[in-house]
């Protein structure tokens, strides 16, 4: 018997949906949620002020960011992440972080209140098909129309987001569901889905002979993780069967936590995000690629070219879907990482290593490669001061368990590639399915919340920032430490690095009057500081890091398009 869970609160003879949605929520464990009020959330919001549930709600500045803190917070905590917003336009605003989590494999539940149901039809304000507009963008999501079923579909969301291949799930809840009668005896939960991921899938032990059988003859093999392993807490056994196989362990942006990468047989990232052409020849040069929870897309395998054709694929993944969609794949093993790696170990039946791929050797050249230029820029007095020095400072003064959330653009390739992470585990975080700018700041709000206990930094540009300085109000509201970095360069950094390379210079539309963030910062509350002589960052830094409340300091940073930065296609 697999263990069922009632509120804790004693339950009267009747309650409200809103009340059964708390009473659900509290059953679930769910300590944090994060969003924003709206007319129709007016039921929902009074029965979380008049219950007792222990549930700290945060209330965000916008939906978009609600979710995104929602995301972070279930990628630190192992456990799903909850958001909710109003109707209408607070429908609309929560897509993108819905969209980022799901197609990241992160459980996120998204509620939206929504008009009666007897309103429908009949143009009232805020008005909007929500299933049809979530569809496609969740794993599973449900209008809670009948009250007495809410229980009930609370428990298919939890199932959704938990098992198999984790994802976002949406639920819309009208006014008048959350005015009608519930059934307190439907109030309980499924203790099995409080965490992820939830009844995990065993690999096919054919699958795993044949894997091994591979594995043992390879001579220069690669494992290369993608966001699986993190998820499923495999570093374990992924650094035994490194250590054993002597195999080289890369990773995609999402997969860094997978290994310690100052693990001796840690590759680092590979790819055209973060990669560099000693990475590249790594995977070149592989006789057997082993993806483990790794889609293979276009920035892992630099649109496919890498590795090249020829090569012999064993493919670990939970989702079937993605096992042989981009290569011929030798061994399919459709199966929790964790499970299938320590499969993989009981196999192998050794205890001393074994002969033959000289990942130690192999992983440190790439290395090499990575640091030849990476050095010398993280030590130059140039102004505007050079990403690298940044990176530099930031790996020199953080304690080892911080937490980084970094968005696309300049910080993105800067951290992955060059910040050596030296724990294994969920330590960076990016959003690498979407690359929406404005994650950053609300990715570290939602860690922060999930992981208090450690330092986290977010790392921007100043177009990201534009996306979301309304938060910093949020941040003093409730006193996060929390550090931010901003890339101070005057453009969509990434854009214009793109036109120079591949347009022939032609910039348009890519540029935009230097804002003061210091100052911006300040007047919501945040120690600030800007910082243009490299000669005084390292200070300044520690200054920040140390202060006990929220803190921004705004870099004066050299252009995206002048830079070094470690994306293949500018390399090349």
Excluded at 150 to 162: G, V, W
Excluded at 186 to 204: F, V
């Amino acid at each position: 018997m697999h263990a069922m869970k009632a509120a804790s609160a004693v339950l009267s003879n009747e309650m409200t949906g809103a009340e059964a949605m708390v009473r659900m929520l509290q059953a679930y464990d769910v300590t944090d949620m994060f969003g924003l009020c709206g007319d129709t959330t007016l039921p929902f919001y009074d029965a979380l002020a008049r219950l007792d549930h222990g549930i700290n709600h945060i209330l965000t500045r916008d939906e978009r960011h609600a979710a995104y803190m929602a995301d972070a917070y279930a990628r630190v905590t192992g456990k799903p992440g909850v958001c909710e917003g109003p109707s209408g336009g607070g429908a609309t605003y929560i897509l993108p972080g819905v969209v980022e989590a799901n197609d990241s494999s992160v459980p996120v539940l998204a509620v939206t209140t929504d008009v009666a149901t007897s309103s429908r039809g009949r143009y009232p304000l805020t008005e909007l098909d929500q299933v049809a507009l979530f569809r496609p963008l969740t794993k599973w999501n449900a209008s809670l129309d009948d009250a007495g079923r809410l229980p009930a579909m609370m428990r298919t969301a939890f199932r959704a987001m938990t098992t198999g291949r984790p994802g976002a799930v949406h639920l819309a809840l009208p006014f008048d569901t959350q005015k009608a009668p519930v059934n307190p005896s439907e109030i309980w939960a499924d203790e099995r889905h409080c965490t992820y991921p939830a009844e995990r899938t065993a690999p096919d032990p054919q699958a795993i002979r044949e894997a091994a059988r591979l594995l043992a003859r390879a001579r220069s093999a690669i494992v290369i993780c993608g966001g699986g392993p993190v998820i499923s807490g495999a570093q374990e056994p992924l650094r035994k069967l490194a250590g054993l196989l002597d195999l080289p362990v890369a990773t995609t942006v999402s997969g860094q936590g997978s290994i310690a990468e100052t693990d001796d047989n840690a590759a680092g990232v590979v790819g055209s995000n973060g990669g560099v052409p000693s990475t590249r020849a790594l995977v070149d040069s592989a006789d057997l690629i082993m993806f483990v929870g790794c889609r293979a897309g276009s920035v892992t395998t630099e649109r496919w070219r890498s590795p090249p054709p020829g090569r012999t694929i064993i493919h670990i993944d939970c989702d079937p879907m993605v096992i042989g969609a981009n290569y011929p794949t030798d061994v399919a093993i459709c199966a929790d990482a964790r499970l299938a790696l320590e499969a993989l170990l009981l196999e192998m039946g050794q205890e001393e290593p074994l002969p033959g791929n000289d990942g130690r050797n192999r992983a440190s050249g790439a290395w090499q490669g990575k640091l030849k230029d990476f050095n010398r820029l993280a030590q130059s007095a140039e102004t505007p001061i050079r990403p690298e020095r940044v990176v530099a400072a930031l790996h020199e003064l953080l304690d080892r368990d911080a937490i980084i959330c970094a968005d696309p653009g300049t910080p993105c390739p800067y951290f992955s590639a060059h910040y050596r992470w030296p724990l294994a585990g969920r330590h960076f975080i990016s959003n690498r399915a979407h690359g929406a700018l404005g994650y950053a700041l609300a990715a570290a709000m939602g860690a922060h919340t999930g992981r208090s206990g450690v330092k986290t930094v977010a790392v921007m540009g100043d177009g990201s920032f534009g996306f979301c300085c309304g938060e910093y109000e949020t941040i003093t509201r409730y006193g996060m430490p929390i550090t931010s970095i901003v890339f101070s360069n005057a453009s969509y950094g990434w854009i214009k690095a793109g036109q120079n390379a591949g347009f022939a210079r032609r910039f348009y539309n890519v540029d935009f009057n230097r804002t003061d963030h210091a100052s911006v910062a300040s007047a919501f509350g945040v120690k600030s500081w800007r910082v243009e002589d490299p000669d005084k960052l390292s200070e300044v830094l520690k200054s920040a890091l140390a202060h006990d409340g929220p803190t921004l300091v705004d870099i004066i940073a050299q252009p995206l398009h002048e830079a070094s930065a470690p994306v293949s296609e500018w390399i090349a």
